[in-house]
């Protein structure tokens, strides 16, 4: 059963920087894309970044040029590093596959207020 565990989020002010990590188990996660989503109070998930197994990435335009997706196959786990953070980017941030699976892990709150 795969299974996804976030961690890294928290209160930052505007301008801040964070780095969100996910950890994956399960054999087939080196393989898959992976990505990270975010989801804000009344509004629908959004993929913001992805990166497939040979490290190709893809950025939501909303976040392209401030957030930076990586991935440690070894450990099976994926980054976010996210710097000039806005308030817009506040949320609950979420790993899964892209694809996502149906199985979502708690995600971590990431609010960006002064």
């Known amino acids: 059963q795969v299974q996804f565990v976030e961690s890294g989020g928290g209160l930052v002010q505007p301008g801040g920087s964070l780095r969100l990590s996910c950890t994956t188990s399960g054999s087939i996660s080196t393989i898959y894309p992976m990505a990270w989503y975010r989801q804000a109070p009344g509004k629908q998930r959004e993929r913001v970044a992805s990166?497939?197994?040979?490290?190709?990435?893809y950025y939501s335009n909303s976040v392209k040029g401030r957030f930076i997706i990586s991935r440690d196959n070894a450990k099976n786990t994926v980054y976010l590093q996210m710097n000039s953070l806005k308030p817009e980017d506040t949320a609950v941030y979420s790993c899964?596959?892209?694809?996502?699976?149906?199985?979502w892990g708690q995600g971590t709150q990431v609010t960006v207020s002064s």
């Open positions: 990166v497939t197994s040979g490290y190709s990435t």
């Open positions: 899964n596959y892209f694809p996502a699976f149906d199985t």
